[in-house]
């Protein structure tokens, strides 16, 4: 994944991130706190929004380094993953989707995890 490709998920994810967090504070505020689930939709959105300011500075980094690893085209795709998983289980289940939605959340909290390891490996590679 070349830096590029990272600038322009980071660039979606933001753009989503904010959009979701003013959805759910305007137009779904009434529902969500009607099922109290705002929290939820909340900490979806801190998440998201976490991630893509992350994948934003993953992205400098990789076009700094000539030499990026590619474990940093993994740490970025874990990321992604994780916002997917996590912050979108988390939407669903505060609209009240399916409960199977709930074993979801921590798997993407797994791939937020396993980015962040990415991250270290790739810091301590002879090439970062």
């Known amino acids: 994944m070349n830096h590029?490709?990272?600038?322009?998920?980071?660039?979606?994810l933001g753009a989503t991130?904010?959009?979701?967090?003013?959805?759910?504070?305007?137009?779904?505020?009434g529902e969500l706190?009607?099922?109290?689930?705002?929290?939820?939709?909340?900490?979806?959105v801190r998440y998201h929004l976490l991630h893509a300011v992350a994948l934003l500075a993953l992205g400098a980094w990789q076009k700094q380094a000539a030499d990026a690893d590619k474990v940093v085209g993994w740490t970025a795709r874990l990321w992604t993953?994780?916002?997917?998983?996590?912050?979108?289980?988390?939407?669903?289940?505060?609209?009240?989707?399916?409960r199977w939605l709930g074993p979801v959340t921590p798997l993407g909290g797994l791939a937020f995890i396993a980015g962040w390891i990415g991250l270290i490996a790739a810091a301590v590679s002879k090439k970062a």
């Open 4 to 12: 590029r490709t990272i600038l322009l998920t980071a660039g979606i």
């Open 17 to 29: 991130g904010v959009a979701l967090g003013a959805f759910g504070a305007h137009a779904l505020r």
């Open 33 to 44: 706190l009607e099922h109290g689930t705002k929290e939820a939709w909340e900490t979806g």
């Open 81 to 98: 993953i994780g916002v997917v998983l996590f912050a979108g289980s988390l939407y669903g289940l505060a609209l009240g989707g399916p």
